[in-house]
Nanobody, 123 residues
Framework: QVQLVESGGGLVQAGGSLRLSCAAS????????MGWFRQSPGKEREFVAA????????YYADSVKGRFTVSRDNAKNTVYLQMNSLKPEDTAVYYC????????????????WGQGTQVTVSS
């Protein structure tokens, strides 16, 4: 069992930065690939980024590649999402999740989810 709590969301102007954190409980955190997803009103929850258990392998949606960076600190049971050059279209609730399946980009392959943190980017 893994429990996840996101933090770090807020209101930022276009071009600004935010760093989201996701704190996990459970001894097995370091064994999970961790992902970030986002959902805006009226849209499906979409994949944003993921990193494997060590943080060496990272994966990004095309829409955030080059602007967002996912990382993790297994000693702190925390995964991060550094978001730079934010755009209004990045506005969404951001969720972290722990992967139990094999497809890091498929939300159905994730078993554990946080409650989400709101990110709002003003133009």
């Amino acid at each position: 069992q893994v429990q996840l709590v996101e933090s770090g969301g807020g209101l930022v102007q276009a071009g600004g930065s935010l760093r989201l954190s996701c704190a996990a409980s459970g001894r097995t955190f370091s064994s999970y690939t961790m992902g970030w997803f986002r959902q805006s009103p009226g849209k499906e929850r979409e994949f944003v980024a993921a990193c494997n258990w060590s943080g060496v392998r990272t994966y990004y949606a095309d829409s955030v590649k080059g602007r967002f960076t996912v990382s993790r600190d297994n000693a702190k049971n925390t995964v991060y999402l550094q978001m730079n050059s934010l755009k209004p279209e990045d506005t969404a609730v951001y969720y972290c999740a722990a992967l139990r399946g094999v497809s890091y980009y498929e939300k159905s392959d994730y078993d554990y989810w946080g409650q989400g943190t709101q990110v709002t980017v003003s133009s």
